[in-house]
């Protein structure tokens, strides 16, 4: 049997809005059958995303901060909490079926782990899983978050890894003094500056590898800045 | 005919899932695999399709809660089965009457009695402004008047006033069939008499959560005038838990509470000193409650009848102190429970408490880390309180409840002096506590904290 194809796309920066809009329109294709599975490579402007649970309370920052350091504050209306992202991040929105052979949500977000401690070590890191929390941990501290949604066994979000991701932004919404304990990334821990592009090209080859996809485009597609 | 909608299981080794949102509301009609509900589950969030055509006619499991797999969460009735009036509907009036019919007399039934806070009252249903005029009708009258729009037609053709009816349908509303039958003088008795046990049933199968719906005939009392200027808000599921926790303590424990006056200078003097160092070695705040956590452990050990709990007759002593600390989150309150902490020492109890307490606020905590608590600490004195009274956490038998630290004037030696202090309280279950042993305990606590001798930090 040949392996089914993923198509990567490394897409540069995208407003969250817009990636959204995108992920629901091949969901809605793949599940109509119209179209294919894609792997969605971006990082997002600085934005703070709310889940649907979350609370504006949860925000540390006030209004004034956030909007001083150029952060866009944005209601998902998914389950879960709030969440940083930003330039050198690493943003994956893989859109996959994971029918008829793989319909198993704690094995899927196993299998996006196991992609980022791959191209971690691609990068000399040792990362790991921590018992009982998603993503994936270097020392306790996170490097990459993973959180997905499934409908009909078609996936969207994904992962966001930091490469060089500034993290003091994650003081705006985590509680201070246990930020800089909570995340780090790819920068910090080698000291070295990474392209996010590069980080990308290799967690597409590990999906592949992991997920069992012929993955195609990364390096063929041309990169599209500053989609705004 | 209904079919039941099921918890997924979502994957192997899942065993439970959490309903986050109900896309439809009870009286919606659904398609075959359009999304009906979205679950959480092991951390995914999923979307889940309905397994059959019909209107939606039970909501069992409300937003929010969590539950077994393959657990019945809504039933699906099929189109017409649920509304008494829909298999009626006669050339008069237009065959789409039916489908809309159906919303108005399920909704004020379930989602307010049975479901909680499942589907927030979003809004009257299509048919219901004309009835709906503010809060001035009783909400009896809400009930017999707020029925559907062919019952309406047919009382507005004969003059009939719907509220004089004596209502079979849910909440003592005014069926298509009761009106037809008070009009008509008799005709359609034969049905009413069919449809009574079949809404019955309908009740009771809702009934996972709360009572089911109860008939007209006895109304719940009312906390609240018709026409009383008030907001009605479900409860949520964490708030209904905390209800419920809190008033089964106060009926299982004999609380007793205690409360001493704690010199926390030498605790200030060592925190001041390691402030620094800690928070950049650790990276994280250090807090007056791992020494407090430290010292109420370490007394434990003189006094294990403070880590106990009750079973029937006896005394269980717990060997480990799983440890909960009460945290105050926006949307409620959670005890995530350190795991033997009598074993870790001041820095590993600091460092469990900064951690549970952040996954608390970020809702990352699992199942696991709020289960098996064997003591609890809270803190009534987050907000400049002096101390409170707090309720045990069954099925505990102590609690520590922590004040303000705050510098008062003490009397030392007949001198009057400026010392920290914080007034601490043990709430005690006087089933198996006695006031001595429980006042020994505090004795203890307090000099421990007073010698503060917490070597760790080579103070």
């Known amino acids: 049997m040949t392996a089914r194809r993923c198509a990567a796309q490394w897409l540069g920066r995208v407003p969250y809005a817009e990636g959204l809009e995108l992920q629901q329109r091949l969901v809605r294709a793949l599940s109509e059958g119209a179209g294919s599975e894609q792997l969605l490579l971006l990082e997002h402007p600085h934005v703070i995303t709310l889940g649907r649970n979350a609370k504006p309370g949860h925000v540390l920052a006030g209004e004034a901060l956030r909007q001083a350091r150029g952060v866009a504050l944005y209601p998902t209306g998914r389950g879960g909490d709030v969440t940083y992202h930003g330039p050198g991040q690493l943003v994956g929105y893989p859109i996959l079926d994971l029918a008829p052979d793989r319909c198993d949500v704690r094995r899927y977000v196993r299998d996006l782990e196991e992609v980022l401690i791959r191209t971690a070590a691609d990068f000399g890191v040792s990362a790991c899983r921590e018992e009982g929390l998603t993503g994936v941990w270097v020392g306790g501290q996170k490097l990459a978050a993973i959180g997905v949604r499934i409908a009909r066994w078609i996936t969207s979000h994904g992962f966001a890894f930091n490469v060089s991701t500034d993290l003091s932004y994650f003081n705006l919404i985590v509680p201070c003094g246990i930020a800089d304990h909570g995340v780090t990334s790819l920068e910090k821990l080698t000291g070295q500056t990474v392209d996010t592009r590069a980080v990308a090209e290799s967690a597409a080859r590990h999906m592949g590898d992991v997920l069992g996809r012929e993955m195609s485009g990364i390096e063929a597609s041309a990169p599209r800045e500053a989609v705004a | ?459």
């Open chain 2, 1 to 459: 005919m209904a079919v039941d909608v099921i918890m997924p299981q979502m994957g192997e080794s899942i065993a439970e899932g959490t309903v986050t949102k109900w896309l439809k509301k009870i009286g919606d009609a659904v398609k075959r695999d359009e999304p009906l509900f979205e679950i959480s589950t092991d951390k995914v969030d999923a979307e889940i399709p309905a397994p059959a055509a019909g209107v939606l006619a039970e909501i069992l499991v409300p937003e929010g809660k969590t539950v077994e797999i393959n657990t019945v969460v809504a039933r699906i009735a099929a189109e017409g089965t649920a509304v008494a009036s829909a298999p009626a509907a006669s050339g008069a009036s237009k065959p789409a009457a039916a489908p809309a019919a159906a919303p108005s007399p399920a909704r004020t039934a379930a989602p307010a009695r049975a479901a909680g806070p499942a589907p927030a009252p979003s809004g009257p249903a299509p048919a219901a402004p004309a009835a709906v005029s503010g809060g001035t009708l009783s909400r009896e009258d809400l009930r017999r008047t707020r029925s559907s729009p062919v019952v309406r037609k047919i009382a507005a053709e004969h003059g009939v006033d719907i509220a004089a009816i004596q209502g079979t349908g849910i909440s003592g509303r005014v069926t298509r069939r009761d009106i037809e039958a008070y009009v008509g003088g008799g005709r359609g008795a034969a049905a009413v008499a069919a449809q009574a046990p079949a809404v019955a049933a309908a009740a009771a199968a809702g009934s996972v959560t709360a009572a089911p719906a109860k008939p007209a005939s006895s109304p719940a009392p009312l906390v609240f005038k018709p026409g009383e200027a008030v907001t009605v808000v479900p409860m949520t599921a964490i708030r209904k838990k905390i209800a419920d926790h809190m008033v089964a303590s106060k009926r299982t424990s004999a609380h007793v509470h205690t409360y001493f006056e704690i010199d926390l200078s030498g605790v200030a003097g060592l925190r001041d000193r390691h402030k620094k160092a800690f928070e950049a070695s650790e990276g994280i705040k250090l807090t007056y409650l791992p020494f407090i956590a430290k010292a109420a452990i370490e007394a434990m050990r003189k006094f294990p009848i403070i880590n106990s709990t009750v079973d029937g007759d006896n005394i269980v002593y717990k060997k480990e102190v799983n440890l909960g600390i009460a945290v105050a989150l926006d949307w409620g309150l959670i005890v995530p429970v350190i795991k033997k902490a009598d074993e870790k020492n001041l820095i590993g109890l600091a460092r469990a408490i900064a951690d549970l307490g952040e996954r608390a606020r970020t809702k990352k905590l699992v199942p696991d880390d709020v289960t098996g608590g064997t003591f609890t600490i809270t803190n009534p004195g987050g907000f400049g309180g002096i101390v409170g009274t707090p309720i045990i956490n069954q099925p505990q038998v102590a609690i520590l409840g922590v004040g303000v630290v705050e510098k008062r004037p003490v009397v030392i030696d007949d001198m009057i002096a400026i010392r920290t202090m914080c007034t601490m309280v043990l709430g005690f279950d006087h089933r198996t506590i006695d006031g001595a042993d429980a006042d020994r305990y505090m004795a203890l606590v307090k000099d421990l904290l007073q010698k503060a001798n917490f070597s760790e930090l080579g103070g």
